[in-house]
Every structure is written in structure tokens, then in C-alpha cells.
């Protein structure tokens, strides 16, 4: 025993910190150490989620609400204390206000204090906050309790609008802010889809189905395909989503939701690779600058607009047609042939 111990000199106070993100029992292996050798282990909480695992594993554990001057006094005679905070209640900043207090006043011999992390948050830890808040939501709210997908379908455009302002706009606050808009979006749809009769899934369905996906598409790095250039990576991606997806038409993919003048776009794209016919058009301008095709489409909406003309409307329904018409065009003979091919690697690196 050393002097301390003999004088009743004071002794250590260790503070064991856990994560309710990480499972009960799980801690790390200085926290365990510490548990074993400490000469008591206190917690205030009697319903603390880690008391039934401690005392599996022999720690005993007095359960008492101690102030902060009884746990400085605990250590007396070179002891060692260990105290579970109950998980930042007001309690528990009563004790470490306190400590501090005496700390402070330099009129106590104080042991000395040490903070221990018995378990770490994992990153991406907090997006377990994040289901269990909206599975609450979703079983106690009024409104949000009974949203179908349909419902939260614009929703989930908008978000996205909003995410693409803020990346323009180079707002980076806002960037953070609309990436956890669309990311409520996905967990609001997950959460909803759990309450399906006959074909149910949940957020963690979703997860394992993208990480599936991305492992399979990135060989380079979960398998033994050599890919040293984002040429090569996305020649790997093209080739293995073309196998998964098996598309027959290079209409297929195209996303009939999309804006019009993105529909539109899309679909003369994935025509002119496949050498399928592009849009019937009247003779107009060519434009070789951005500002000047800006300039003539914004001319054309306004006209449309002062006809009483949706032009949205108008070019959706234009690109529906084009898309029939594309699709008509594949079944005159060798054009199947060149619609699976383009269909295969044309959209590499969408979904």
C-alpha cells in the first residue's frame, strides 16, 4: 500500500462514458480492464442498459445517486472508483458541476479524474437517431402516420431541386441542410414501405440492396478486376449494370417523371447512340453557345405562356410521343439488336 493509501490520500475517479448507439456489453477493451480492477463501480441509473452485462461478467455494481463530494470522498485511501453516468441526465451534470466546483476551490483534496469512452460511435452511428425518430413519428403523428408514397412522391422532387440550388448557389450550410431533407425522404419511404401487407421492407433492406450493388459494381476494390483510370472504373460499371438490368429498349431507364426538357434530352441522346431516328423538327437555328440556346428556350416559354400554352406540358407530351416512336422504331429488323447494346452501355453511371 503506498503512502496515499495510508494517510487516506485520495484515489481515482473515473467517469465511464457509453454510446446508446453501440449495443449494451460492448465496450472497449480499457473499459473492461478498468471495471475488473476498480475497488467499486457505481451507476445511478438501476435501469442503465449496460448493469445486467457487467454483472454477467462478475462486475459488481452498487446502484446509489451520489453527489459529487461522495464520489470524490469514495476515492479516499488511494481507491479506485468507477461511476456510470446515466446517460446526461440532470443528475449526472449536478455530479460533474460539481466536481468541478470542488476542483475549483482548491480547499479539497480531489483524486485524480479521468474520462473514459467505454464505447465509440461508428461514423454513419447517428443515422440510428435518425430511424428512430421517424419510426416514432411515423406510429405517434397524426399527419405523418398516415402518408402514403404517393403523397411524399413531390416531395421528394423538390427536395432534390433544393439540393441542386444550394450545390449551385456553392452554399455549403445549405448543402448539409437539403442532403438531410432528401435523406428524410428515403427514411420516410422506408419506414412507410414497412407497413406494406403483402411485400414489406425496411431501411436496412434498402441498405443492404446499395451496398450490395456497390460492392458488385466496384470489383477494383471488392474483388480482383484491375481498374486504374475513371475511364476504366466506369467501363467496369456500364458493363456490370448492363448484365443486371438486361434492358431490351434504350427507352428503358428513361424516367417518364423526369422535367420535360430532361425527358427530352435523355431520349435523343439514348436514340442518336442507338442510330435510332431523332425528333421530326421544323427548320431552326443551330446554337453553339449556352447563352444563346438559354436565351432562345426562354423566348419559347414565354411565348407559350402568353398562348395559354403549359409549355412543360406541351414538351412532356412531345417526348411521350417521341418515345413511342423510338420504341416502333426497334422492332423494324436489326434495330433490336442495336437498342440492347446502346441500352446495355449508354446510362453507366445512373442507378
Known sequence: MNDDDTTGGPGRLILLTTSH???PG???????QTLRGADRVLSADPRHPQLPFLREAGVTVEVAAPTGRELAEATAGGRTVVYLPAGGGEGDRAVTDELARLGGSG?????????????YDLPGARLLDLVQVMDRIRAECPWSSVRTHEDLAKYGIEEMYELVEAIEDGDREAVREELGDVLLQVVFHAVIAEGHPDEPFGIDDVAAGLVAKLVHRHPHIFGDEVAETPE?????????????????????GVPLASPALALAA????RAREAGLPQPVTPPAPLYDDETALGDHLLAEAAAAQSAGIDPEAALRHAARRYRAAIREAETEPGAAARARTSAAGRDGAEG
Not at 460492448?26 to 473492461?32: E, F, K, T, V
Open 26 to 32: 460492448q465496450l472497449s477493451w480499457p473499459a473492461w
Open 232 to 252: 476504366q472504373v466506369q467501363a467496369n460499371w456500364v458493363r456490370l449494370k448492363g448484365v443486371e438490368k438486361a434492358r431490351d429498349s434504350v427507352t428503358d
Open 107 to 119: 480547499r479539497v483534496a480531489m483524486p485524480d479524474l479521468e474520462l473514459l469512452p467505454g464505447s
Open 21 to 23: 448507439r453501440v449495443a
Open 266 to 269: 435523355k431520349l435523343a441522346g
